[in-house]
């Protein structure tokens, strides 16, 4: 008995030890858990990135090449790039010969490149004591771009009915909104930024940067209309039909009536290859000019012959704008009455009959680079200094 009774104490005590042990186990199991955190927690603090998306955030994406970046503006707006880059405007009216109306002469007024100097045009409208009806005025070109109110100009302009022809800041108005008003009429300024970048515009001097767009989408369907209708050379009536008035220059081998375009617009110089926009190639085109006018007698009734043939007469005389680098230019057959008002020169009118000049002074509204601006400071406005002041880039 007394053996039996202790076998089953020891029997009990290896229950409660291992019934001990299983609680101790169970107690550090659950202590081990809780140092687990929960599935979202891991979720949270292990990094999830894939390698995909890792190259997408820290690798640029490809850029297509700029035919297949066209191709997709194309695409979208269902616009071909051929018919974007082939583009070309309305040619301009090359010659027109003018006629008072009602027949009666009135005292012509001459104006320089305005560039959208509002202010300064009313001012020598007024110092010229212009009477509308009484008086014709006539510009020679640049009537916009650079100053500031360019299409305010527009509209003085045909307020007044103005004679003028086309300068080459209005000829690149006038493509801008031919352009924009055709094929890239669904273009929005950042597709039209991708295709300048890649070449895609129709035109070379299409520039976003400069001012023509911008006045190219402000001006009225009126504006543009009665803008693009103005010729590249205009004769005048009598008793004044031994002038004419153009913007750049004129070819001496080469009759009024078949002139290039888009040489008139731009020309300062003449080569041996012929008219350039440049002004240091060659000779300036109104010293040729002159050389030619030397054997020319023109009849002694030429202020009354209104039935002048102009496809057969080279040798007029010329009044015209653009050089803005040789300033002011009076000579006994041309006129250059470009006296660099957008750059604080003046604005200068030149008067029949009488041959008599008038200016204004002007602000300076295209200041130029910087060394430029250096350069005027120093000088001032003397505009016998103006050689120094831009680059024929600048002025083109």
């Known amino acids: 008995m007394l053996n039996s009774g202790r076998r089953t104490r020891r ?11 299983f609680a101790l186990y169970k107690h550090m199991s659950a202590r081990s858990l809780e140092l687990i955190p929960p599935s979202s927690e891991v979720a949270h603090t292990t990094p999830t990135t894939t390698i995909t998306s890792s190259v997408a955030l820290h690798e640029p994406p490809s850029m297509p090449q700029p ?10 707006l269902k616009v071909r790039a051929d018919d974007v880059k082939s583009f ?8 027109v010969k003018k006629t008072f109306t009602g027949g009666a002469a009135k005292r012509l007024i001459f104006i320089g490149d305005i560039h959208g100097s509002l202010k300064e045009f009313n001012q020598l409208l007024c110092k010229v004591k212009f009477k509308q009806g009484q008086d014709q005025v006539v510009l020679v070109g ?7 109110d360019s299409v305010a100009v527009v509209r003085r302009a045909r307020q007044i009915d103005v004679w003028a022809v086309r300068g080459n800041h209005d000829d690149r108005v006038i493509r801008w909104r031919e352009f924009l008003d055709g094929p890239g009429k669904t273009l929005s300024l950042d597709e039209l930024k991708t295709l300048e970048k890649s070449g895609g515009l129709p035109y070379d001097d299409f520039k976003l940067k400069k001012d023509h767009y911008t006045i190219a989408r402000e001006l009225s369907p009126d504006d543009i209309t009665w803008l693009a209708a103005l ?24 009759a009024l009536m078949d002139q290039v375009a888009d040489d008139v617009i731009v020309e300062r110089d003449i080569t041996s290859s012929g008219p350039t926009s440049s002004s240091k190639d060659g000779t300036a085109w109104f010293d040729v000019w002159a050389d030619k006018m030397k054997g020319f007698t023109p009849e002694a009734n030429i202020d009354q012959n209104a039935n002048l043939d102009f496809s057969v007469i080279r040798y007029n005389k010329i009044i015209y704008g653009h050089d ?32 008599s000049l008038v200016n204004v002074q002007c602000a300076s509204y295209d200041s130029g680079d910087k060394d430029a601006r250096k350069r005027r400071r120093r000088l001032g406005n003397d505009n016998a200094n103006v050689k120094v002041l831009h680059t024929h880039e600048e002025l083109l």
């Open 142 to 148: 640049d009537l916009v771009a650079k100053g500031p």
């Open 11 to 21: 029997a009990l005590l290896y229950l409660l030890a291992l019934a001990a042990g």
């Open 88 to 95: 070309r405007a309305q040619p301009p009216t090359l010659f």
């Open 231 to 254: 010729p590249i050379i205009m004769a005048m009536p009598p008793p004044y039909a031994q002038w004419v008035v153009l913007h750049g220059g004129a070819d001496p081998s080469k």
């Open 324 to 355: 803005a680098g040789r300033n002011l230019q009076i000579h006994p057959v041309t006129k250059g009455l470009d006296s660099r008002c957008v750059y604080g020169g003046q604005l200068t009118a030149f008067v029949l009959p009488g041959e």
């Open 67 to 76: 035919d297949q970046q066209d191709s997709k503006v194309y695409g979208r």
